[in-house]
């Protein structure tokens, strides 16, 4: 299992994304973080902060691939980032909700 952060720079965009992924049981549920400020290295060498929305949501890690692919398909001109951390433990009951409640794989 893995809890995957799909991070973009649209409040409208964010929740589209989670209402898709709820919708197609590619995720258990999900949780969006507003003005997430991001830091990054310019080519120039400076640094700056831009604020970005995060989505967070539980899913099994043998869909990350169908995630990836169903984003790149709806926002191919603006692919939002995306990778995912692995969940090492987690309680059984919802571990079992998790594997219930996404598509099979």
């Known amino acids: 299992m893995i ?3 799909i991070i973009t720079d649209n409040e ?14 590619l995720i258990l549920n999900s949780m969006i973080l507003e003005k ?5 290295r310019l080519k120039n060498g400076t640094s700056q902060s831009t604020d ?3 989505i967070m949501g539980k899913t099994k890690a043998l869909l990350f691939n169908t995630i990836d692919k169903k984003l790149r ?3 191919s001109g603006n692919m939002p980032i995306l990778y995912s951390l692995p969940i090492i433990n ?3 009951e919802q571990a079992d ?7 099979p794989v």
């Open 90 to 92: 987690m309680d059984w």
């Open 12 to 25: 409208d965009r964010a929740i589209e994304i989670a209402d898709f992924l709820n919708k197609e049981k």
């Open 73 to 75: 398909e709806k926002y």
């Open 52 to 54: 970005r929305i995060l």
């Open 36 to 40: 997430v400020s991001i830091r990054e």
């Open 3 to 5: 809890l995957i952060h």
């Open 97 to 103: 909700e998790l594997i219930k409640e996404t598509i």
